[in-house]
């Protein structure tokens, strides 16, 4: 955007002297000269180098023209494609890619969108104390793999596997990258080579490419669909079931909700099935709750726990959903079914690392202490009282337009977001705020993203909605003062 806007105040590079050759040259060839006249206006190397020192830059010289040669070949292109680009231009468009690389991208933004468990935003940041107990675990070496007392070789899973034990009778726990790999990884270890039977409403997308006959066809196993979109029972299962087959697939919808003439087996139907016919239950939770959500005056979301008493062999959920953890995939359930899979080959591919784990027992202590409410971060906003987030609001829309800036604070609905509770709002307050001087709410709403902290709302008829339910009380003056900034830099 910037460079373009500069091109147009260049002059358009030594026309006058292609023209003082003074002599009709046929359109072709006067169209070469044109380029090359526009390519000549690429600054060498070195001085490109030059200029991002000058600009503060302390990457190295090597890395430093390595990086201005990869951006000048995106130059090279806009020229060939006709782009009028002047000297300045070019330096100014490198030299701020390169500096670009210096600054961090993933650093802190606040998340106003008023979508809890927001995954573009990275999903649930975690507690203060996880944040901390990560920190330690990258920053040193820990006893991953080693009992402290004996000095020998294991114990990976202790810690997480204890808490996991203690907050939902599961007999053991395996924890995976992601909820995702957890799926896959079961499924390769039970059902490779084999049936494995799944609900036709149950054969989901739950995003980002995961598709459950997808994941069920990579990990091997052999989809065996039964019932319809609509209705399933646990006959249905029974009818499907012959020696072939490895397991019964449960999948939370997560994403979306079916109403009406609709039926689905229970885990728990499934798993009395299942001891009949010798029969795992696998249940893909996605979101893993551990909290009771109509407590929150939100619809019931199965829990880990109530999975677990129902039957299910295996439980998989994620660590950053409504766990509100760090990224993880846990898998939970009964000794015998976790050991078969920790053993599969795929379980060293997607293995969590320390910092997860660490993160994760920190956050399952949280449960433990029956803390989760107060200091989680996704329970927190979830948790908020309405009047205390209107107060928020309140104070915020007023030292906004103590600025000079149009704001006012309205009721709005938050969401849970994660692919979990679809269609479930949270009543919450907004500070608005209305462009001025003639802006697009387009072009504020940029401003406030780009800025530091970057701020992400939501747009609603023209003006710029900041849901608090989703920013935490103590970065309320972050949020106003990366605002105010954002608002007054034109
Ligand atoms: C979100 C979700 C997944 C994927 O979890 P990730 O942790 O994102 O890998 C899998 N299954 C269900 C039902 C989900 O909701």
Redesign the pocket.
Same mark, same amino acid.
């Given at each position: 955007m910037a460079s373009n806007d500069l091109a147009m105040t260049v002059p358009a590079p030594q026309s006058s002297h292609l023209n003082s050759i003074g002599r009709d040259v046929p359109a072709q060839e006067s169209g070469d000269a044109e380029r090359r006249a526009r390519f000549r206006q690429i600054p060498p190397v070195s001085a490109l180098v030059e200029a991002a020192r000058r600009q503060g830059s302390r990457f190295s010289e090597e890395v430093l023209a390595r990086a201005a040669r990869a951006e000048l070949e995106g130059v090279r292109r806009a020229l060939a494609e006709g782009e009028v680009l002047g000297r300045e231009a070019i330096a100014e468009r490198v030299t701020g890619a390169i500096l670009d690389l210096e600054t961090a991208r993933l650093a802190p933004v606040i998340n106003a969108t008023g979508v809890i468990v927001h995954t573009n935003l990275g999903r649930a940041p975690v507690s203060a104390e996880t944040a901390e107990a990560m920190r330690l675990a990258a920053a040193n070496p820990v006893a991953l793999e080693i009992e402290p007392e004996s000095n020998e070789r294991g114990g990976r899973m202790r810690e997480v596997g204890g808490l996991m034990r203690a907050l939902t009778g599961a007999e053991a726990a395996l924890v995976v990258n992601?909820?995702?790999s957890a799926?896959l990884l079961a499924l390769a270890a039970i059902g490779a080579g084999k049936g494995v039977v799944v609900s036709r409403g149950e054969a989901v997308e739950?995003g980002g490419g995961?598709r459950v006959p997808d994941v069920l066809r990579q990990s091997g196993a052999r989809l065996v669909e039964v019932g319809t979109t609509n209705r399933t029972y646990a006959r249905d299962y029974a009818a499907a079931t012959d020696a072939e087959t490895s397991a019964y697939l449960k999948?939370?919808p997560?994403n979306f909700r079916s109403f009406g003439f609709v039926h689905a087996a229970s885990t728990g139907e499934l798993a009395a099935l299942g001891r009949e016919r010798g029969v795992p239950v696998l249940e893909?939770? !996605?979101?893993g709750a551990l909290l009771d959500t109509t407590r929150f005056g939100l619809a019931p979301e199965p829990t880990v726990g109530e999975a677990i008493e129902a039957g299910a062999a295996l439980v998989m959920a994620?660590g950053?959903?409504l766990l509100g953890g760090p990224q993880a995939?846990l898998i939970v359930g009964r000794k015998a079914w976790v050991e078969r899979v920790t053993r599969h080959p795929l379980a060293r591919a997607v293995r969590a690392d320390k910092t997860a784990l660490a993160g994760l027992a920190a956050t399952l202590r949280h449960y433990a202490r029956g803390e989760a409410e107060t200091l989680v971060p996704v329970w927190r906003m979830i948790g908020a009282a309405e009047s205390e987030i209107r107060d928020r609001a309140e104070r915020g829309r007023q030292a906004l337009v103590g600025s000079g800036i149009d704001a006012s604070e309205e009721p709005v609905v938050s969401t849970v977001g994660g !692919?979990s509770l679809p269609g479930e709002t949270l009543p919450s307050w907004a500070i608005v705020i209305k462009p001025m001087r003639g802006e697009s709410v387009d072009e504020v709403a940029r401003r406030l993203r780009v800025g530091d902290p970057g701020v992400f709302g939501r747009i609603e008829r023209d003006r710029l909605v900041l849901d608090l339910r989703t920013v935490l009380p103590e970065d309320d003056d972050v949020l106003v003062d990366a605002v105010r900034r954002g608002i007054a830099a034109t």
């Open positions: 992601n909820c995702a799926v739950i995961f999948v939370h997560s893909d939770l !996605g979101s994620s950053d959903k995939g !692919g």
